[in-house]
């Protein structure tokens, strides 16, 4: 027994020092100085990030104090003058809809109760009256039609681009023909009553502004997938949190001006419609290529709810979308950040070669960076990441443990089946 015990312990003595080597060796050390490198860079990042927010929140806090309760809406009260709201510009906001999901109508009803003070008008847009989305947004706007300017929008199937920007085009063709300016906002976003007034006073105050975005706040569920998104998304926060000009672009909130799409500037319409697949990505290129603005306001975050059921392979099938577009926390996220790093470069390898993606049950194939065909498969469930059901009855499992999660996801791994968004 000692034998055995001596043996056990003289190859794990060998396994300790060779690993030792291994992680002194001069790749492993040159890795090891990138990483912190990458690390210091996100930490100062997220840092003048923090810097920013905090600046405005003062600010707000201050004037407050001074007497101005309308602070969080308009920093000069003097703005909330009859004279002042009655010159506001026309604003259509217009949202794409798929399916519909535990947080959606939280989300909407935040949206469509803004305390913009202009003309406004609300353009739910979906494929078809089949998506459980058309029925439950009718029903959300007939609860407030007294109060609201809004109307559903039946755009058809998409031929030439993603279904979400076929629902955009859609959504302008049909906006009020004296708005200035058109917002797009993601379904699953939930907005501050304030946001719209903000955004409109910087395009207003500086016409340069090609377009106006926000970013988002993710709010994990506590399932592993929301975690990875989260971790996902931490990074991409920095470039829109510091406010200000920028070079990022999230689809998921853009104001631009109205009259850019009525006339087709800089082929707006035509490049997204024309095999155009993501929205933000297709319109930062325009806007780098013609040195366009694109701005970022500090106060523009929106809190984003992420599915309490997003399983591990729904995440994995969206990290695969975002390599196609691109050709308290700490234990979740650092595992969160092991299975990106892992995934990221086999996705990369994947889409590379593949150069198709399954989006809530539709099938793009990509040629030369644009669509070049379209599938519709009609056997996915959920939406992209909303945990959405778009066929059927909701239903959402309970909270299960860490281990049970992984046992799950693990018996779905073994499983032949597509990875559907």
Not at 89 to 99: A, D, E
Request: positive net charge; contains cysteine; charged residues 20%.
């Amino acid at each position: 027994m000692e034998a055995a015990m001596a043996v056990v312990e003289a190859a794990a003595d060998r396994a300790l020092a060779a690993l030792s080597r291994a992680f002194c060796s001069a790749i492993a050390i040159f890795i090891q100085i990138q990483g912190c490198l990458i690390c210091l860079t996100l930490a100062f990042g997220w840092a003048g990030a923090y810097l920013v927010r905090k600046k405005v929140i003062r600010d707000m806090r201050r004037k407050i104090a001074e007497g101005n309760s309308f602070a969080f809406l308009y920093d000069d009260v003097d703005e909330l003058e009859h004279s002042v709201q009655k010159n506001l510009p026309r604003v259509s906001v217009v949202m794409p809809l798929k399916g519909f999901g535990e947080h959606n109508l939280q989300n909407w009803k935040t949206q469509i109760t803004s305390l913009y003070g202009g003309p406004l008008e609300f353009l739910f847009v979906v494929e078809s009256k089949d998506d459980p989305a058309y029925h439950a947004v009718s029903r959300l706007i007939a609860e407030y039609k007294d109060n609201l300017e809004a109307k559903v929008v039946v755009a058809g199937f998409s031929t030439s681009c993603s279904q979400k920007i076929h629902n955009q085009l859609i959504g302008v063709e049909k906006m009020h023909k004296d708005s200035k300016y058109v917002l797009f906002l993601d379904d699953d976003v939930r907005l501050h009553p304030g946001t719209i007034g903000a955004l409109t006073k910087e395009m207003e105050k500086n016409p340069e502004i090609f377009i106006q975005t926000g970013y988002p706040l993710d709010l994990p569920s506590g399932s592993l997938g929301s975690y990875c998104i989260y971790e996902y998304h931490m990074p991409c926060s920095i470039g829109f949190a510091t406010g200000g000009k920028t070079f990022f672009l999230w689809g998921g909130c853009m104001m631009m001006h109205a009259d850019d799409f009525r006339q087709d500037r800089y082929g707006v319409v035509s490049r997204l419609r024309d095999g155009g697949y993501s929205d933000d990505m297709t319109l930062a290129a325009i806007a780098g290529e013609h040195k366009r603005l694109i701005w970022s306001p500090p106060v523009a975050v929106f809190p984003h709810p992420l599915a309490s059921d997003l399983s591990f392979s729904r995440y994995w099938n969206y990290l695969r979308k975002q390599t196609f577009v691109l050709e308290s926390y700490v234990s979740k996220v650092f595992i969160a950040v092991l299975v990106d790093n892992f995934l990221y470069p086999i996705s990369a390898f994947r889409s590379h070669f593949a150069q198709s993606i399954n989006w809530s049950g539709i099938r793009y194939y990509l040629r030369n960076g644009k669509i070049s065909k379209i599938e519709r498969e009609n056997k996915s469930k959920y939406t992209d990441l909303g945990g959405k059901h778009l066929y059927g009855k909701r239903t959402y499992p309970p909270n299960k443990s860490l281990l049970g999660y992984l046992t799950r996801t693990l018996a779905q791994w073994h499983q032949p089946k597509k990875y559907d968004v």
